[in-house]
């Protein structure tokens, strides 16, 4: 009997300890899908994207490295592109039809399914940090507009005239599609750079303004996933539009359950199909695998509809993925102990 109960003892034991073993973290991330063409694209941009994309990498694999949460790390990356201009998110942002940059963000812990989101936010540096601080420091799910960055304001979060925002070629990139869509073209912004002399050189391949939306999932050492989206939308949306980035089920979900996801893309077809739900879904009740979900619902369904864009995802295993029904998506992923992975179109290994 003793025997016996030694037996068991050393198998708790046992069991405790792979329960309690760590995980090995991993990471991905998008920095937007669309028209992104090699044949469009020069070799110095190309380089920039890269290393753009990289420093985010590597930032949130820093950050999962040192033991932080999956959380810490998609704030911290989605953070840093937010500050890029090379994306459509944060001072990268594209403008409304009336010449405003309104910033929409959402991020959602796995571990306990709770969430946050912000939409119309046109003063808060980093919409994400304004997303988790809704999730952790209210009773809401997702704020918008004056009150959202009222609520960053009286949290402490970092405030910027809502000329920090503007870029010239995103202002072009607008006055461009106003003029093919015949619409009149809004003044300039307040606090915004004289108009240049001569046209503003276009950065990426044609229609890169129309995109960038960014996100980053993470799986920590914990064991626990969780997903980032933050955007600017579509250049020339009417003022007030939003899209799937903040709408939890359609362009962000995470559930230790199944797993976590971020989209970019055409928002409307997102939110119709609830995307990212979707992909959790198939993979918790219907026991498909990772990158077949994500295929199911854009390569069959999204593409169906004749929606656009693209997925990331990953599960508590650290199986990452990625889908994409586009010429493209800016994407990067790596997991402990391996080697970042960094790629932009269709056609790559």
């Not at 936010?121 to 952790?136: C, F, G, K, W, Y």
């Not at 995103?170 to 073209?185: A, F, M, T």
Request: charged letters at 20%; a neutral charge.
């Amino acid at each position: 009997m003793r025997k016996h109960f030694l037996l068991s003892c050393s198998f708790l034991l046992c069991m405790t300890a792979v329960a309690q073993a760590p995980h090995k973290w991993a990471v991905v991330l998008h920095g937007g899908a669309g028209v992104i063409e090699r044949k469009n694209m020069d070799p110095k941009t190309e380089a920039a994207y890269r290393a753009s994309i990289h420093a985010a990498l590597e930032k949130a694999a820093d950050t999962l490295d040192k033991g932080g949460s999956a959380l810490d790390a998609v704030e911290a990356a989605i953070r840093m592109m937010e500050d890029d201009p090379l994306f459509n998110a944060g001072r990268g942002a594209v403008f409304t039809a009336t010449g405003k940059n309104e910033l929409d963000a959402a991020i959602m812990d796995g571990s306990n399914l709770k969430a946050g989101a912000v939409a119309g936010v046109t003063r808060t540096r980093h919409p994400i940090s304004l997303a988790r601080a809704v999730m952790e420091k209210s009773l809401h799910v997702m704020l918008v507009g004056t009150g959202a960055d009222e609520f960053a304001a009286s949290h402490g979060l970092e405030m910027v005239d809502p000329g920090f925002f503007f870029t010239e070629r995103r202002w072009q990139g607008l006055v461009k599609e106003l003029q093919r869509e015949g619409k009149p073209i809004p003044p300039r912004p307040a606090g915004a750079p004289p108009a240049p002399g001569k046209p503003v050189a276009e950065i990426g391949p044609p229609d890169a303004h129309k995109f960038g939306t960014v996100g980053v999932v993470a799986l920590d050492k914990q064991g626990n996933i969780a997903a980032g989206t933050s955007t600017g939308g579509l250049t020339a949306k009417m003022w007030g539009r939003v899209g799937d980035s903040p709408i939890i089920g359609a362009g962000t979900y995470a559930d230790n359950r199944s797993c976590a996801v971020s989209g970019t893309g055409t928002g409307e077809y997102f939110i119709r199909l609830t995307v990212a739900r979707t992909i959790c879904a198939l993979v918790q009740y219907k026991g498909v695998g990772l990158q077949a979900a994500a295929d199911e619902v854009i390569q069959h369904q999204l593409t169906e509809m004749k929606g656009d864009g693209g997925v990331i995802a990953i599960d508590t295993k650290g199986d990452m993925v990625w889908s994409f029904n586009t010429p493209g998506m800016y994407r990067a992923r790596v997991a402990e102990g391996g080697k970042p992975e960094i790629e932009m179109y269709r056609d790559q290994p």
